[in-house]
Every structure is written in structure tokens, then in C-alpha cells.
């Protein structure tokens, strides 16, 4: 059981339903439909559900870890492998992390480059953001909570606007559905993963929550909220779009705005951008937040130093992939590793875990009959 954390540093468990939902809404909704496009064609509706499902299921799995350690995942590793091995493991999640909050603010960078200031060096906004984000999140957890709870209800009327394209919507491209096979629409399924990770920082938050154990309620309906969103812009999408547009459109979300037409603003595509960044910033903030934590708690340092690192970590990354590729490669890889920690690796943790929990139960069982 880890030293239990003070209640200053708490937070109300249903804050973690903007947690969820805060830390899965940003980046990767601008432009997800044409990666489950190409799998999925127009049943890309359903591989989102499919992954939506999917992410209710690995909550009820971490909350099911979390409850049988007591503990973070830095806890749990340390019980199932020994403090070195577990320790280890949980280096790699921190720099997967690290890795997350990169690739979610190059991208964001990438967007103003090609949509607004196409001469915009990437270190300048790679340097602003360092400075902002380590104020953030230097102010402990609760303010990390505070800015995502702002990124979730702020941004709210951009949802909206995005009804407007309906004007010139074709629902009769979604029939007739199931046109592609079972493992075509979970190949789509799994290309919205990097649009859905996120949720799995709860595994080093967990603790700083109040009555922790009945906040699962919460986080569900945080994921089932981020599900009913993804899966009304694709819908909307397709629609909107035809197949082939989708294939070719980047950021198909964002292009969306440019229907959008204000009798006193005619690119309201500009306003989408930079608002978006209420979006981003709590993605970047919580998950530097959890790498930093998990640093601090593997080397017993202090967490703003291992902030400090975390960022400056961010920082080289972004700067050192400048063109469109290499963001993708990165991106990809980000994704893949997200994919199978989540949707493979946590699974596994309960599994053994389960087994640990029986033989440590047998064995103490087997002990106590024969001290009798």
C-alpha cells in the first residue's frame, strides 16, 4: 500500500469524468476519419463504437487493478515484478507518455504552420509551450484538473458548429451498412487509437481521488461522452464527405469548419485553431503531469525536476521532426505503443496479477495450517 496522499492534493471523483473525457478529445479527433476511412470505408461509424466499447472494457480492467493494488501502476509493477524489473517497466509507460505529449503538440504546431503562419519556426512555439506548460502543471494536480475541466467545457459551442455542414449532408452514403468484413472494421477500430488514448493516465491519478473506488461510474461516462462525440463526426463526415475526399483530406474535422459561414466572420476556420488549443492543453499538461509523477516516484526525486526533463524531452522532439512524414512515422509509432499497452499489456497485468493474488492467498493459506 503507497503512502497515502493528503487531502489538499485530492480531488472530487466526478472530476474524473472530465479527466477522461478531457484527455481523449483533442488532437487526433481534427483528422481520425481518414485513417478508419481507409479500413473501413463508410461502416467507419461502427469500428468508433467498436473501439468505444473497447475502452469501457480496459476501464473496468484498470479500475480492477487499482482497486486489488491500492496503489498506482508504478505500485503495481512493483508488486508483480519486484521493485528493478517493475521499475523498468514503468520507466518505459513514463516515456510513452513523454512521447504522447510530444506528438500531440507537434501536430497542434503543424496545423497553425500549414493553416495559419506557414513561416512559423517551430522552436518559437515549441519554446512558448514550455514555459506555459511547466507553470501549469509546476502547480501540482489540481491545477492540471482545473485546466482540462476548462478544456472541456469551454471549447463546448465548437461541437455546434459542426452541425451546420449538414446543410449538405448525404445520409444515404451510410447504407447499406456492413459492407466490409469483421476484420476490416476492426482495423478501422484500431486506427482511431491514438485519437482514444489517454484514459490510461487514471492508472497515476488514481490516488489523488476522493472516494476512489466509486468513481468508476465517472470515468465510463467520460469515455461513453468522448464515444458519442467520434462517433457523431464520423457520422457527420460521411455524410459530408465522399469516400475519396476522405482518403485525400488530412484534417477532415477542421475542413469541416470552413462551411461554417458568420455574417460577421468568413474564415471561422482561424477561430476553430486557436481555440483548439484549449483542447491540446490538458492533454500535453495531464500527461506530463503523470510522466513526471511516475519519474518522481521511480528515483525518489523531486517533480519538478523530473518536469523539467519530462519538457525538455518534449522540446527536442519537437524540434526534431519538421516535416509532415516524419510526424506521421512518429505519430504511428506513438499509436502502435499506446495500442498495445492498453489494449494488450493491461489486460495481461490483471491476468497475472489474478494469479499472483492465488498463489500469494494459497501459499498463506498452506502456512497458517501448519503453524495450527
Known amino acids: 500500500m503507497d503512502k497515502p496522499i493528503k487531502d489538499q492534493y485530492l480531488v ?47 476501464i473496468f480492467c484498470i479500475y480492477l487493478l487499482l482497486k486489488r493494488a491500492n496503489g498506482d501502476l508504478i505500485s503495481i509493477h512493483q508488486q508483480l515484478f519486484g521493485k528493478w524489473i517493475g521499475n523498468t517497466f514503468s520507466l518505459l509507460v513514463c516515456i510513452y507518455l513523454i512521447s504522447l505529449a510530444a506528438i500531440v503538440l507537434r501536430a497542434y504546431i503543424e496545423i ?24 501549469v502543471v509546476a502547480g501540482g494536480f489540481r491545477s492540471v484538473v482545473g485546466l482540462t475541466f476548462l478544456g472541456v467545457i469551454i471549447p463546448i459551442p465548437l461541437y455546434f458548429m459542426l452541425l451546420m455542414p449538414l446543410e449538405f449532408a448525404h445520409f444515404i452514403n451510410l447504407v447499406p451498412i456492413f459492407k466490409h468484413t469483421i476484420s476490416e472494421i476492426a482495423l478501422g477500430a484500431k486506427e482511431t487509437t491514438l485519437s482514444f488514448l489517454g484514459f490510461e493516465i487514471l492508472l497515476l491519478y488514481y490516488p489523488f481521488l476522493k472516494d476512489r473506488q466509486f468513481t468508476q461510474k465517472w470515468a465510463q461516462l467520460g469515455a461513453f461522452v468522448t464515444t458519442l462525440v467520434y462517433t457523431s463526426i464520423m457520422l457527420i463526415s460521411l455524410a459530408f464527405y465522399s469516400e475519396e475526399q476522405l482518403n485525400k483530406t488530412i484534417w477532415a474535422t477542421l475542413t469541416l469548419y470552413k462551411v461554417v459561414q458568420l455574417p460577421f466572420l468568413e474564415r471561422f476556420e482561424y477561430i476553430g485553431i486557436s481555440l483548439w488549443v484549449l483542447f491540446i492543453a490538458p492533454n500535453i499538461a495531464l500527461a506530463l503531469w503523470a510522466a513526471s509523477r511516475g519519474a518522481k516516484r521511480i528515483f525518489n526525486m523531486n517533480q519538478r525536476i523530473t518536469l523539467f526533463f519530462a519538457l525538455v524531452a518534449v522540446t527536442a522532439i519537437v524540434i526534431f521532426l519538421p516535416t509532415r512524414q516524419e510526424i506521421g512515422l512518429f505519430g504511428e509509432w506513438v499509436s502502435n505503443f499506446g495500442f498495445y499497452f492498453v489494449f494488450a499489456y493491461i489486460p495481461l497485468l490483471v491476468v497475472i496479477q489474478t494469479i499472483v493474488m492465488k498463489f500469494k492467498k494459497g501459499s498463506k493459506g498452506h502456512e497458517n495450517s501448519r503453524t495450527m
Open 112 to 135: 497553425i504552420q500549414v493553416w495559419i503562419f506557414i513561416d512559423l519556426p517551430t522552436w518559437v512555439m515549441a519554446l512558448i509551450a514550455f514555459g506555459l506548460l511547466y507553470y
Open 12 to 58: 472530487s471523483g466526478f472530476l474524473v469524468f472530465f479527466l477522461i473525457h478531457g484527455m481523449q478529445i483533442g488532437i487526433g479527433i481534427l483528422g481520425f476519419q481518414r485513417g478508419v476511412v481507409k479500413e473501413a470505408g463508410y461502416d467507419g461509424w461502427i469500428s468508433v463504437l467498436l473501439a468505444g466499447l473497447a475502452v469501457h472494457i480496459i
